[in-house]
C-alpha cells in the first residue's frame, strides 16, 4: 500500500488510556520502519537488514506491554489484541529467518488494520491527537491526500475532510484523472462508515456535480453513488438505528444478504458497504457479547475484504481469522474460513499463478483443523 507510512500514527489513539511512554515506544518503531514499508525492495535489502530487525523488535516489545488494555482487546478493534500480537511476532520472527517477503506482507496486513479500527470507534472517543496531548508536524507530509490519510488515522476527521477536498482541486487542475478518485473514497468513507450521514454526503455530491468541471468517468461514479445514497436516506437503520437483536437480524437480512446476492463490486455498492461496515460495528462495539457475535464477524470480514479490494484502507481477513478461532463452534466458522482462504489467494495471485507462502498454508491447516476437532467433539 503506498499511504503505509502514514500508518505510523496506528497506537496512541486506538489505545488511548494506554501508557503514553510505551505508545511513544511503538511509534518510535513504526517511525523507522515507515520508509521500507513503503517500498518493499528496501525491505528486502540486506543492507537494511540490522536496522529493521531492531525496529520490528523493540515493536513487538511494545505492543506487549500495552495488552492489558481493555478498549485494544475489543473484539471490535482488534479484532482481538491477540491476533495482532501474534501477527507482529509471527513477521518479527519470519524476518530473522528470512522469509522476509512473508514478514513484510503480514506486517502490511496488520498495520492495515488502524484505520480499520479508528473508522470504527464511536466519534465519542477522542484521541490525543484530538485532545492536542500529542501532535504531528503537517509541514513534513507535502501531499494534502497523503495529510488527509494522516488526520484521518489520528481521528481529526473535519480536517481529513478539508485535506481530501484540496488534493481533489489539485488533481483536476494537474488533470491527474485517475487519481481523483481516491481522496473522493475517503470523504465517502468519512461520511458513511464514522459518521454515517448519507443527506450529507449527497449535498456533498450535487455541490460536485453542479460545477461541472470533472471528469466524465467521475461524475459518472458519484452519480452512481447518488442512486444507492437516495435509498439510505431514509433507511430506519439510519433514522433510528439498531438498538437489539432482532434489529441486527432484519438488518443482515433486509441489507446483507440482499448485499450478497448483487454484484458485490458493482462501483455504487461501495456506498452500502461503508454503511452497513459502520452501522453493524457500532452495534457490536455496544454490544460485544451479542449472540450474534459469530455472523458479525463474518460480515465485518465479508465488506471489509471487499471494500479493501476497491482500494479504500481496511482490511478483512483478521475477522475472519477471529471468527474461527473464538467461534470454532458456529456455523460461521466455515464460511470464514472459506473467505479468508479465498482473500490469502488472491493476495498472492500473479501473472505465475498463485503461490501462497507455506507458513500461510501451514496457517490455514491449523483453522480447518481447529473447525474440525470441534465439530467432532460435539
Known amino acids: 500500500m503506498k499511504h503505509l507510512l502514514f500508518l505510523i500514527l496506528f497506537f496512541s489513539p486506538c489505545a488511548h488510556s494506554t501508557p503514553l511512554h510505551q505508545m511513544n515506544k511503538a511509534f518510535t518503531s513504526i517511525f523507522d520502519l515507515g520508509p521500507y514499508l513503503s517500498d518493499e525492495n528496501s525491505y528486502l535489502n540486506k543492507k537494511n537488514t540490522k536496522t529493521i530487525q531492531k525496529s520490528l523488535d523493540d515493536l513487538e516489545a511494545s505492543f506487549k506491554s500495552v495488552g492489558h488494555d481493555k478498549l485494544i482487546k475489543h473484539d471490535l478493534f482488534a479484532p482481538s489484541y491477540e491476533l495482532i500480537s501474534e501477527n507482529i511476532k509471527e513477521s518479527t520472527l519470519s524476518f530473522k529467518n528470512d522469509h522476509k517477503s512473508y514478514s513484510y506482507w503480514i506486517l502490511k496486513e496488520t498495520l492495515t488494520l488502524c484505520l480499520d479500527c479508528h473508522s470504527r470507534l464511536p466519534q465519542s472517543l477522542t484521541s490525543s491527537f484530538q485532545n492536542g496531548e500529542l501532535t504531528f508536524n503537517p509541514s513534513n507530509i507535502k501531499d494534502p491526500y497523503d495529510l488527509g490519510v494522516t488526520y484521518l488515522i489520528v481521528r481529526r476527521f473535519s480536517d481529513a475532510k478539508e485535506f481530501f477536498i484540496r488534493s481533489i482541486q489539485e488533481k483536476i487542475i494537474k488533470k491527474e484523472i485517475h487519481k481523483i478518485l481516491l481522496p473522493f473514497q475517503q470523504i465517502l468513507m468519512i461520511e458513511l462508515k464514522i459518521r454515517k450521514d448519507p443527506v450529507k454526503m449527497v449535498s456533498i455530491i450535487d455541490d460536485y456535480l453542479q460545477k461541472k468541471h470533472l471528469p466524465s468517468q467521475i461524475e459518472n461514479e458519484l452519480k452512481l453513488w447518488n442512486e444507492r445514497l437516495q435509498i439510505w436516506k431514509t433507511d430506519p437503520s439510519i433514522t433510528k438505528g439498531i438498538k437489539t437483536e432482532k434489529d441486527l437480524i432484519d438488518f443482515i437480512k433486509r441489507r446483507l444478504q440482499v448485499l450478497k446476492e448483487e454484484n458485490s463490486f458493482n462501483d455504487a455498492l461501495k456506498v452500502d458497504m461503508l454503511l452497513a461496515s459502520g452501522i453493524i460495528s457500532e452495534y457490536f462495539f455496544e454490544n460485544q457479547n451479542s449472540p450474534s457475535a459469530p455472523d458479525i464477524s463474518y460480515w465485518l470480514g465479508w465488506l471489509e475484504k471487499r471494500l479493501k ?25 466455515k464460511d470464514c474460513l472459506d473467505e479468508y482462504i479465498e482473500s490469502v489467494e488472491f493476495d498472492f495471485s500473479g501473472s505465475r499463478g498463485t503461490a501462497v507462502p507455506s507458513e500461510i498454508r501451514k496457517e490455514i491447516k491449523d483453522l480447518e483443523n481447529l473447525i474440525m476437532d470441534k465439530k467432532n467433539k460435539n
Do not use: D, V
Open 309 to 333: 479490494k476497491e482500494n479504500f484502507l481496511s482490511t478483512g481477513s483478521l475477522y475472519f481469522k477471529q471468527c474461527i478461532k473464538k467461534y470454532p463452534k458456529s456455523p460461521r466458522s
